[in-house]
């Protein structure tokens, strides 16, 4: 008598699913033909008789009264029509005097639906219910135990309940395998989707990746004012070398020297916002931030590490037949710019703009080869960590005044007699030693090496 769930038969239910209207028709119609087998074996009496009727209109009443009220797409109305039939079933049992095949084929069916329905909880308050049914029930109509069953109302009764258990243990069954595909091409999309956007994250830097990802930042045209810090660098010598080397060759290069800044880049939390020809555009502050004065000094250390790496780039790069001594520019500033999604609702760039933008521009491009120049806003939050020499003051366009500019030579610790690093770069030698970076387990390797190398350097 109990429906596995209420989902109308309207196409509503999943694939493979029985409706709850189907499953509480088979329910009722079982316990109406075992009534009827009794009375026809003179085991019930006749004047039962309207119990079937009642019991083949109930399901048809429900279903219609929840459409009516709407009700259909409630979360909890299968728990509130299972505890209704939970009542009648109780009900049912006095109404049929505790016969005991009745009584227990009706039980059956009643807690096997409960568990479908609801789980632990479910069958724990439906047979709650029920006893609280049949308690009511036997105070309003007395308390009678009928006679032992005919073998006929027995046999009715378990084919009853045997083929109303085996019809939704096989429906659910076939939910079960639906939700189970389901679920599998659910991981896969998922699967599809991880990939895709791990993929369509190398043409966006990290942290704006992860910013729209995790929902903490909306993908349409909108823009703020952020004290920045910004970062421009091209390569010295790098437009004669396109000239004497081949577009694959060059590319190659290029591309190797991209993925070495970038990986420095990303090292000390820098938003990379573009690579134009030989140049790299980064900035700091946004989408994260660790305070003005933090965001510079890692911008500012990790220009002075881009320039020590370059030494490693170029012995690397003279192995492979590249002379020309190819060095980095760069120039940085700091100050309020504007940043955000730039460009049209189905084509945006997340980057920056401002006076800002175009003084580290034009930093870049007044540096020697090897030199960070930067601007006094910089210098004035790095000065205290980073020897700088006052390199004197530049026309901007977009500032008012000349803007004094400074050239930065290296940290301070590293400067004088307890520097930590050691380097120097020749014609087939080049060598950068920072003591402070170096492990115990690897200083004896190290000096192992250097002495091999000097024996073979004075062998030579």
């Not at 200083?443 to 190398?453: F, G, Q, T």
Request: glycine letters at 8%; aromatic letters at 10%; charged letters at 20%.
């Amino acid at each position: 008598m109990i429906a596995r769930k209420l989902i109308p038969p309207s196409g509503d239910s999943p694939p493979s699913a029985m409706p709850a209207y189907t499953g509480r028709v088979l329910a009722y119609l079982a316990s109406s033909v075992t009534i009827v087998a009794g009375i026809l074996e003179n085991h019930f009496s006749s004047s039962l008789i309207w119990f079937v009727p009642a019991a083949m209109l109930w399901p048809h009443i429900l279903y219609f009264i929840i459409r009516y009220l709407n009700l259909h797409q409630s979360a909890g109305i299968r728990e509130n029509t299972m505890l209704i039939d939970a009542a009648l079933v109780g009900f049912t049992i006095v109404l049929t005097q505790f016969s005991l095949s009745t009584t227990t084929f009706l039980l059956l069916m009643a807690n096997f639906s409960f568990i479908v329905v609801g789980g632990i909880r479910s069958w724990i308050f439906g047979n709650i219910i029920t006893l609280i049914s049949l308690v009511i029930s036997s105070l309003f109509l007395g308390l009678e135990f009928a006679p032992p069953e005919p073998l006929v109302v027995s046999i009715v009764a378990g084919i009853g309940a045997g083929i109303y258990v085996s019809v939704t243990a096989y429906y659910t069954h076939q939910q079960a395998k639906a939700l189970q595909k389901a679920t599998s091409q659910i991981q896969h999309q998922r699967e599809q989707s991880i990939s895709l956007s791990h993929k369509l994250a190398k043409y966006l830097s990290p942290q704006v990746w992860q910013s729209i990802f995790t929902g903490e930042r909306d993908v349409r045209l909108e823009t703020q004012r952020k004290k920045l810090t910004i970062f421009f660098s091209d390569i010295k010598g790098f437009t004669e070398l396109a000239e004497e080397m081949e577009p694959e060759g060059l590319t190659e290069l290029l591309n190797n020297y991209f993925n070495e800044m970038a990986q420095i880049a990303l090292k000390y939390g820098g938003t990379i916002d573009k690579f134009i020809g030989d140049s790299i555009m980064i900035f700091f502050g946004d989408p994260t931030s660790r305070g003005t004065k933090e965001d510079t000094a890692a911008c500012v250390t990790m220009a002075i590490e881009m320039r020590k790496h370059m030494k490693i780039l170029r012995q690397k790069w003279q192995g492979l037949g590249i002379k020309t001594p190819l060095q980095i520019r760069i120039g940085i500033s700091t100050g309020y710019s504007t940043v955000g999604n730039f460009g049209a609702e189905n084509r945006m760039d997340y980057t920056i703009i401002g006076k800002e933008v175009n003084l580290a521009s034009r930093l870049e491009s007044l540096a020697e080869p090897g030199e960070i120049l930067i601007s006094y806003e910089t210098f004035s939050l790095v000065k205290e960590k980073v020897m700088c020499r006052d390199k004197g003051e530049i026309t901007v366009k977009g500032f008012a005044r000349p803007v004094p500019i400074y050239q930065i030579v290296d940290f301070r610790r590293d400067i004088g007699s307890g520097q930590s690093f050691i380097e120097h770069e020749t014609e087939g030698f080049a060598m950068y030693l920072d003591t402070d970076k170096i492990t115990s387990e690897e200083k004896d390797k190290i000096v192992l090496a250097l002495e091999s190398a000097a024996e073979k350097l004075k062998d030579t």
